[in-house]
């Protein structure tokens, strides 16, 4: 039997989304909390592996199973077993050719940075944060310049284990709203780092030090030297990841409303 679970987590305190030998990582956590109630070993695959200090609101993960159990079994029991910041919002069983991977359409993700002289302190591990006024206008046209399909090497880490460096960003989006800034970024695939190191050339741009139109040279020029500082994981959210509708997987509840303020239309 395969199980797709939907799943939600604050990933301030783990060691990124993949297995290490520390233990210390989600996918740790919810093996071991999954293999408790199905009284087997768990192996599970994920949407997106997200790195230290990155969030989810919706992640998607699958796992085999001999076990027979009650979808909410893979919920409440599971949710038992596991720490506080992690909680599973869903399981379905999926036909055997369903790869939480694999079959993905698109991935969202969303940067949420706190603008203001001041560092938070309630949101801190779970927003970005930069000092200085930023030109909201300015970053905006900058970001038009990555929509489409290109090949994203100026914005990928050393450590990238990508076969190839094109991605298609199909959506992209600014918006302040108070002392926040939302990015919104949707494409079929992204790269290690790609997030962080566009919204750390935005914050550039934002803040007088590149011209807008830096952003299509530095894409263009794809050398990561090029490329302003990766910045910080605390406000990266995997904030969706799109299914065909034939899988029928359940929609997310609570991905829209974590920062209400701060969130995009």
């Known amino acids: 039997m395969k199980i797709a679970i939907g799943i939600e987590y604050d990933g301030s305190r ?9 233990g210390e990582t989600i996918q740790d956590h919810l093996e071991r909390a999954i293999a408790s109630v199905a009284g087997e070993p768990i192996r599970l695959a994920a949407a997106g592996r997200t790195d230290t200090g990155v969030h989810a609101l919706a992640q998607v993960a699958h796992f085999e199973t001999s076990a027979v159990r009650p979808d909410s079994a893979w919920v409440r029991g599971v949710n038992a077993l596991l720490a506080h910041s992690i909680a599973v919002q869903w399981a379905v069983p ?57 090949d994203f090497s100026a914005f990928r880490s050393s450590e990238c284990q990508a076969k190839s460096p094109v991605r298609t960003l199909h959506r992209v989006a600014i918006e302040r709203r108070g002392r926040y800034i939302g990015f919104e970024f949707t494409a079929n695939g992204f790269l290690h780092h790609m997030v962080r190191n566009i919204v750390g050339c935005l914050v550039y741009v934002g803040k007088g030090k590149y011209p807008a139109e830096r952003l299509a040279e530095v894409l263009a ?10 910045f910080p994981p605390d406000g990266l959210y995997l904030d969706a990841v799109e299914y065909a509708p034939g899988w029928k997987l359940p929609a997310f509840e609570s991905s829209r409303t974590v920062f209400p303020e701060q969130t995009l239309a």
């Not at 050719?97 to 969303?110: C, M, Q, W």
């Not at 949101?123 to 489409?148: K, T």
């Not at 020029?221 to 990766?230: E, N, S, V, Y």
């Open 94 to 150: 999926v036909s055997k050719d369903f790869h939480a991977r694999y079959s993905a359409v698109s991935r969202s993700y969303r940067y949420v940075l706190y603008n203001h002289p001041v560092r938070p302190a309630l949101h801190h591990g779970r927003v970005g944060w930069f000092h200085l006024p930023l030109d909201v206008d300015a970053m905006r046209i900058a970001l038009a310049h990555l929509s489409g399909e290109h």
């Open 14 to 22: 783990f060691h990124g989304w993949q297995s290490q030998p520390s």
């Open 221 to 230: 020029g794809r050398d990561r030297t090029q490329a302003a500082p990766t």
